[in-house]
């Protein structure tokens, strides 16, 4: 058990355990079925308070769901360093090695409510909360390294543009909207972050399978005072991988909760899920040295100029116990640092630092929520600040300010040796103006870069997904004005393929970008690929050999992926498999599919199950007893990713492994 979960343990209640039902003062009940009333037919009497008392609790169970980031799912996990950063920060966490930090890490989507599906086209949060020795640090970061705008002061309209629009309050959890494609076409800064959001990083495989980045530039500052500008990521073991979008749609329907209870399953068997911790490093005396500003939060230090140095790993391993005790009341913020770690004057940052508290004071219903148990560090605590709503603690002593003599001025101020924290002490210099920097200025080149280093199915994917978005928007000025000011300062390719899918004139001039720089590392196709934990639904008629299914199941697994037996309806295989059925699940939901053929015929769902994962270019195997399979199907053994596992159960797996069969 961690740190942090030992600590959680001083607040747990087990209700699994046997227990007298009691009311929240401790009266034993007696009877929870029936409301006091005047006699069997009466009117319920008010002297009930063990009805009220329930009832009124019941009536305030909800708080304000987050503004933005709603939707989220929490795991506690541990983090590890590789070597001590010492050069670099004077973090505990960053340079002792001999630590295993506890860590919380919530992951969301953005613009839908907490109530809405795990793959809309959407950004999605990666917030990690570090319990450490000196305090909680945050790393408040996203699954895509830039954002849609270089001030924060923009935040609140861009959310207000993405989130369902004012009057109707449509539609749910998406970005295909008049109001979006509004913002973004008269606010050019968002280019890049667009492409990302266009591209397939918008809709992970898993929460298990994507990147994450803190985004903003931050600083770490050893102990002799020295300051490097640092970018963290986040990088997954089993790779970035990523649905098609066709199947993202499907998968909502079929199954709305498909990334958390992928998280939570894979947890729960014991499947460490694993992220290393990487650093791009620039030394304070090279701030000026790239070809664009480092402060500006649409710009991305391209891996192959500043290479990412791996530091350490974040193994996620535990469920909570309690979604709304801790997921939903963890309160994160990029303003909580420790020692080592500072920030810069990255103007989005800056204002992030101000909005994060601030929320929370509604959201969590005042000053004291840092003692609310998922939010409270594990170290030391002192400080004046008693009073105010939920206060849980008792803090001894006659005095709650600082400087004093009655209580020998306590608790007092650390001198940084002693561990206290210090800002770095930057010289800053100007006049007070709203302004923004010209090294800010150019919008487009990153976007191409973007585009430059996609293979073809991404990027056709992404002109796909512009067609879909824009095509979506009922105004054709909104269409118009995102292909004139967006598209076109792009890619003169990408803009006339999407003119042609949405029905708005090609711009006469051509302003594409010559921006001819490909990052390599951008291309999801670039990232590892693995067999582990992938998931496989096997088809069956019902009269394949038990014996067949149970080998192939075991091969399956040795080599590390998941299995499920699909039949047409619940079925024992041997003596502890149960299959699902056609009406359960569908291929949508599985990574690779196999047909197992007796001498029956097809079951039509099965049919429409392989045409759809033939469609979503994933592996297909299949075995047949008795026929030709493919009579029924619009696809031949000839084609990619069709293979005879009898044969071949080899090539079927290195198909699977590579998660899609994109040149099919
Ligand atoms: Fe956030 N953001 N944000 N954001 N953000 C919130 O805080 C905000 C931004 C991010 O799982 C809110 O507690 C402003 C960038 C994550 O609990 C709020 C600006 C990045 C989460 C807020 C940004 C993020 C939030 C809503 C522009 C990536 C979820 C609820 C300056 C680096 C954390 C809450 C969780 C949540 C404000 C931009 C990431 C309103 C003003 C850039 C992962 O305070």
New binding site residues.
């Given amino acids: 058990m961690n740190k942090k979960k030992e600590d959680l343990q001083k607040n747990t209640i087990d209700n699994t355990k046997k227990a007298h039902m009691t009311t929240n003062q401790g009266l034993k009940v007696s009877n929870d079925e029936f409301s006091l009333k005047a006699g069997e037919r009466g009117p319920t009497l008010m002297e009930d308070f063990h009805f009220r008392e329930k009832m009124t609790h019941f009536d305030h169970e909800r708080i304000p769901e ?4 709603a939707r ?1 799912f929490g795991v506690h996990g541990e983090f590890e360093l590789y070597e001590s950063l010492e050069k670099y920060t004077k973090a505990g966490l960053f340079t002792d090695t001999s630590r295993r930090t506890p860590v919380f890490v ?1 992951f ?1 989507t953005v613009a839908g409510n907490r109530g809405s599906m795990d793959i809309p086209r959407d950004v999605r ?3 990690t909360k570090f319990y450490t020795e000196e305090g909680n640090f945050d790393l ?3 699954n895509m390294p830039v ?1 849609f705008m270089q001030d ?1 002061i923009k ?1 609140p309209d861009m959310v207000h543009a993405v989130k369902p629009e004012p009057h109707n309050e449509m539609p749910q959890a998406a970005s295909a909207h008049d109001t979006f494609w509004d913002w973004v076409s008269q606010n050019t800064e968002s280019a890049h972050m667009v492409m990302w959001l266009m591209s397939d990083r918008a809709i992970p495989r898993s929460l298990r399978m994507m990147e994450g ?4 530039t931050f600083r770490l500052v050893n102990a002799e005072g020295k300051s490097h500008f640092v970018k963290f990521h986040w990088k997954p073991k089993l790779g970035t991988h990523q649905v098609v979008w066709d199947e993202a749609q499907l998968i909502n329907g079929k199954n709305m909760d498909f990334h958390r209870q992928d998280l939570w399953e894979n947890i729960n068997k014991g499947n460490a899920v694993e992220f290393e911790l990487g650093m791009q490093l620039i030394p304070e005396e090279d701030e000026f040295n790239m070809d664009f500003d480092i402060l500006d ?1 649409t710009k991305i230090w391209p891996e192959e100029d500043v290479p990412v140095q791996i530091v350490g790993k974040m193994t996620l391993n535990q469920n909570v116990d309690d979604y709304f005790a801790e997921t939903e009341q ?3 913020h990029p303003g909580h640092v420790v020692p080592g770690i500072d920030f810069s004057n990255d103007p ?1 940052l800056q ?2 630092l101000f ?2 508290t ?3 004071l509604i ?1 969590l219903g005042g000053p004291n929520f840092h003692q609310i148990p998922i939010n409270r560090p594990i170290c030391p605590f002192a400080n004046n600040q008693r009073e105010g709503y939920n206060q849980m603690n008792v803090t001894k002593g006659q005095t709650s300010y600082h400087k004093n003599y009655l209580n020998n001025n306590q608790p007092e101020p650390a001198s940084p040796e002693e561990g206290g924290y210090e800002h770095y002490d930057e010289k800053v210099e100007g006049r007070k103006i709203r302004a923004r920097s010209e090294s800010f200025k150019d919008h487009f080149s990153q976007a191409k870069m973007f585009l430059n280093s996609m293979t073809a199915h991404e990027k056709q994917h992404i002109f796909d997904a512009f067609s879909f978005e824009l095509g979506k928007c009922k105004d054709l000025g909104v269409r118009q004005n995102a292909v004139n000011n967006l598209l076109n300062p792009i890619d003169r390719e990408m803009t006339e393929y999407v003119v042609d899918k949405i029905g708005v004139e090609l711009p006469d001039t051509i302003e594409e970008s010559n921006y001819e720089k490909s990052s390599p590392a951008l291309s999801m196709a670039n990232t590892p690929s693995s067999l582990e934990t992938r998931e496989i639904g096997i088809m069956i008629t019902p009269d394949v050999p038990t014996e067949k299914m149970l080998t192939l199941q075991q091969k399956l697994e040795d080599k590390g992926t998941a299995v499920t037996f699909i039949s047409d309806k619940i079925r024992k295989i041997g003596d502890d498999v149960m299959t699902e059925t056609f009406d359960t699940v569908h291929s949508v939901l599985f990574d690779a599919v196999i047909i197992l053929k007796g001498h029956e015929n097809l079951h039509p769902e099965a049919v429409e199950n392989l045409e759809i994962a033939f469609k979503h270019k994933k592996a297909i195997g299949f075995s047949t007893d008795d026929g030709d399979i493919f009579k029924a199907l619009s696809f031949t053994a000839d084609d990619k990713g069709v293979t005879n596992i009898d044969e071949n159960l080899k090539q079927y797996l290195e198909d699977v492994k590579s998660h899609r069969v994109w040149d099919r």
């Fill in positions: 987050r503004v933005v980031h989220g919530r969301s949060g990666f917030a408040v970061g996203n954002f924060a935040f980045f803190g985004v903003h939060p963890v309160a994160f989005l204002g992030r909005s994060y601030d929320t929370q959201r």
